[in-house]
């Protein structure tokens, strides 16, 4: 079964720092989508960014970016200039082929100072 | 405004009590999910449908009951809850076979009591 690895329960960065969640995930499969989703104190879940498996290319989102490595099956993601209102908990999460269903990580608590 | 609207927000029951969660979407999208938030555990997926028909049960207690009238409305009805069930549920929706993902409601904060 496919599975989802946070192990930063809790990170801290200071304002305008930068800052790498890690995440790891577990599958057999070759072509999957992986998410980072960002869940502020309104607890709504907002997609921050997406990566497809058969893109080399890391994807990128303004300040937010991934280091995604297939191999290691290691998808991380990194956060420019951290701003205040990044203070969030951060969710990655996995989908396989021919399937709608998201895999979801523990979650990191990121927390953010001025 | 979201697309994915959940109501109640908040929700404190009885063990004995019924109630139910509303969510609903505007968003054009045809599979809707229930999700159970609990602390320092991963979201796990309790049903999903997809055009109305219920896709998926990823082994949820009958004490919880969903509804899917049409591809906007997804319900979840609450019988007999245990103390344990207290968690964030949330919904979400997305176009199946689509790879942006899903879109979030702001979840029900439910406490049983």
């Known amino acids: 079964a496919q599975t989802v690895t946070q192990s930063q329960p809790e990170m801290s960065v200071q304002e305008a720092e930068t800052v790498t969640l890690s995440c790891t995930y577990d599958?057999?499969?070759?072509?999957?989508?992986l998410f980072w989703y960002k869940q502020p104190p309104s607890r709504q879940m907002i997609l921050v960014i997406r990566?497809?498996?058969?893109?080399?290319q890391n994807a990128t989102e303004n300040r937010f970016s991934v280091n995604f490595q297939k191999a290691a099956k290691s998808f991380s993601l990194k956060i420019s200039d951290s701003q205040l209102g990044d203070a969030a908990m951060y969710f990655c999460a996995y989908r396989g082929p021919n399937t709608d269903k998201l895999i979801f990580g523990t979650g990191t608590r990121l927390q953010v100072f001025p | 405004e979201t697309g994915v609207t959940q109501t109640p927000r908040h929700l404190v029951m009885g063990m004995t009590n019924k109630k139910s969660l509303k969510c609903e979407q505007h968003?054009?999208?045809?599979?809707m999910y229930w999700y159970k938030q609990s602390a320092k555990k991963p979201l796990e997926l309790m049903f999903v449908y997809n055009f109305k028909e219920q896709t998926e049960n990823n082994s949820v207690p009958s004490r919880f009951s969903p509804e899917c009238p049409n591809s906007s409305h997804l319900f979840l009805h609450l019988h007999t809850l245990q103390p344990e069930d207290s968690a964030l549920y949330l919904c979400a929706s997305s176009q199946p076979g689509a790879n942006y993902g899903y879109t979030f409601g702001s979840g029900t904060r439910l406490t049983v009591v």
């Open positions: 990566q497809e498996a058969y893109k080399q």
């Open positions: 599958t057999s499969e070759s072509d999957y989508y």
């Open positions: 968003l054009g999208h045809n599979a």
